[in-house]
């Protein structure tokens, strides 16, 4: 691609928010779209906290999607809150909304996101995500037509973000309705987000895929360290959990669950960052932090 594309008078650039209820497959769509992996995916619900954005740049333009948490009914703690905030932030100041749901799978989650997107001034195409799970197309199709009635959709697509297909049809939508517009980004660039942010949420990750019931939901990830000498890029982890009880399971005994989750996290940071890296990790003990506006905060999650 050269420079003159990127100038065109007929290139287009934009934002557009992914928005559903928690495990409908938003960032595996997101990863879908890049070609690669930049938000972290488990089958976990609310397993994105904060909104991130991949940057997709082509000879017709240049998409900004953003990543948001799963919008749920239910805020007991201050995290909660926190990411329903950000998740109904980020369809205000987009230029498209993508609506996600599983095909054949609406809930009343789905209505509780339906309904806060009437608060969107900006068209919303409804996806309708894993397809690939079903079996009858004919009722597949009859779905549609209830789903028609839910809300007032600009488009109805059909996809699978876990195999692809659909996919290249849902992007050519959302470029046709995106502005004529330079690109923002450098293109080159593939998302908004610092590589300490990425490497966080890649140890996340791990812990998220190893760790059971509700602990994964009681820790974060902090990057202490992240500097890069001798052509080795040392990366220093704090794991924070809520109790003394949690920091023992994490740990594991003789430290076996740490050992694993840092040499699972060590591959995939290696794979991402195309370099060697060296991983520490350590697990401390913050009371009820989840709980706590100040704590959430001074651990990265700001609006």
Known sequence: MNSSDLNSEEYRFGYVAIVGRPNVGKSTLLNRILGQKVSIVTAKPQTTRQKLAGIKTTELGQVVYVDTPGIHHTEKRALNRYMNRVAKASFRDVDLVMFLVEAEKWTRQDDFVARALRQANVPVMLVLNKIDEVSDKASLLASIEQYSAEGDFDSILMISAKNGSGVDELEKRVMEKLPFSRPFYDEDQFTDRSERFLAAEMVREQLTMRLHQELPYALTVQIEEFKRTGGLLTIGAIIWVERDSQ????????????????????IVLEE??????????WVKVSRDWTDSDRLIERFGYTD
Not at 272 to 281: N, S
Request: no cysteine; net charge positive; proline share 0%.
């Open 272 to 281: 991402l960052f195309g370099e060697k890296v060296f991983l520490r990790l």
């Open 247 to 266: 920091k023992q399971i994490t740990i594991g005994k003789k430290g076996i669950v740490l050992k694993q989750v840092g040499s699972k996290a060590r």
